[in-house]
């Protein structure tokens, strides 16, 4: 395994959208390194199989996506303490005898991202409305709790398995109707999609935001579009937007340190990179 040119990949279904590739790949020529990273689309029920094949191919380490990052926690040999906490996993170390190691910087990510997107935004400010009830949103509760913010309403298409955030994440999860999640922008100070509605191939994200005021920070996950139609018309509504792209940029750092033996830069030239531009 030593001798092998390291390879990596982002697992995911459908995953022909990612650009954790070209992220990647522009890190490993920025530093010289002499590695791969590539995108694989692994069906549900193929998961496990995959995973037990990846390490004997050369593959030190995976990134998972959508609708993947449950069951890749669950499957994994070791986690961290947040993926266990969180119930999911967005990083995969693979070990030479085939173990695997589950992480999740989906958190730090979101926050990494937010913090510097959205300078006025502190989590004393009043209450989220957190759309989605996947992995990420596992990993985005997670984070939002550390940072100390005190209440966060959750909405769920499926509203059970918005409760069962709820049960495993504490008190401060509200779990509301997905109908009425519109009602809940009042006063809230921070409004986040963790659902692919919106993505380019998706169904588009149906929300009544005629409640959403200036003072409330709006952030979508997704990335492709860059401007969702969400962040689009919270701009127009004066808020201040942070959309999807730095999360995505924050949460790869530990991952490629893992692998490839080295901290990468998180930068303009990255994000241009990644954009094609």
Same mark, same amino acid.
């Given at each position: 395994?030593?001798?092998?040119?390291?390879?990596?990949?982002?697992?995911?279904?459908?995953?022909?959208?990612?650009?954790?590739?070209?992220?990647?790949?522009?890190?490993?020529?920025?530093?010289?390194?002499?590695?791969?990273?590539?995108?694989?689309?692994? *069906?549900?029920?193929?998961?496990?199989?995959?995973?037990?094949? &990846?390490?004997?191919?050369?593959?030190?380490?995976? $990134?998972?996506?959508?609708?993947?990052?449950?069951?890749?926690?669950?499957?994994?040999?070791?986690?961290?303490?947040?993926?266990? *906490?969180?119930?999911?996993? $967005?990083?995969? %170390?693979?070990?030479?005898?085939?173990?695997?190691?589950?992480?999740?910087?989906?958190?730090?990510?979101?926050?990494? $991202?937010? %913090?510097?997107?959205?300078?006025?935004?502190?989590?004393?400010?009043?209450?989220?409305?957190?759309?989605?009830?996947?992995? *990420?949103?596992?990993?985005?509760?997670?984070?939002?709790?550390?940072?100390?913010?005190?209440?966060?309403?959750?909405?769920?298409?499926?509203?059970?398995?918005?409760?069962?955030?709820?049960?495993?994440?504490?008190?401060?999860?509200?779990?509301?109707?997905?109908?009425?999640?519109?009602?809940?922008?009042?006063?809230? %100070? &921070?409004?986040?999609?963790?659902?692919?509605?919106?993505?380019?191939?998706?169904?588009?994200?149906?929300?009544?935001?005629?409640?959403?005021?200036?003072?409330?920070?709006?952030?979508?996950?997704?990335?492709?579009?860059?401007?969702?139609?969400?962040?689009?018309?919270?701009?127009?509504?004066?808020?201040?937007?942070?959309?999807?792209?730095?999360?995505?940029?924050?949460?790869?750092?530990?991952?490629?340190?893992?692998?490839?033996?080295?901290?990468?830069?998180?930068?303009?030239?990255?994000?241009?990179?990644?954009?094609?531009?």
């Amino acid at each position: 395994m030593t001798n092998r040119i390291p390879l990596a990949a982002v697992l995911g279904h459908p995953v022909a959208h990612s650009r954790s590739p070209v992220l990647h790949g522009h890190w490993l020529a920025r530093y010289g390194i002499a590695g791969h990273y590539v995108p694989i689309d692994v *069906a549900p029920d193929h998961l496990a199989d995959t995973l037990r094949q &990846l390490p004997s191919l050369g593959f030190v380490g995976a $990134n998972v996506t959508i609708p993947h990052k449950e069951a890749a926690r669950a499957l994994a040999t070791t986690s961290t303490d947040r993926a266990r *906490a969180i119930g999911a996993a $967005n990083t995969l %170390t693979f070990g030479a005898d085939g173990a695997v190691h589950a992480d999740n910087t989906d958190g730090h990510g979101f926050l990494a $991202n937010l %913090t510097a997107g959205a300078l006025g935004w502190n989590a004393a400010s009043g209450p989220a409305l957190v759309l989605g009830a996947g992995g *990420a949103a596992r990993g985005i509760l997670h984070a939002l709790l550390g940072s100390g913010l005190s209440e966060i309403r959750l909405a769920n298409r499926t509203r059970a398995k918005a409760q069962r955030l709820a049960d495993d994440f504490g008190p401060s999860i509200k779990v509301i109707d997905w109908d009425v999640a519109g009602d809940a922008l009042s006063d809230a %100070t &921070l409004l986040v999609n963790t659902t692919a509605l919106g993505m380019a191939g998706q169904p588009p994200l149906t929300l009544d935001l005629s409640n959403l005021t200036p003072v409330c920070t709006v952030t979508d996950i997704v990335y492709i579009p860059l401007e969702t139609e969400l962040l689009k018309t919270a701009r127009a509504c004066g808020c201040h937007t942070v959309d999807g792209l730095g999360m995505l940029l924050h949460q790869a750092a530990p991952g490629f340190e893992a692998w490839f033996g080295r901290t990468p830069e998180v930068d303009d030239d990255l994000r241009r990179a990644v954009l094609g531009e």
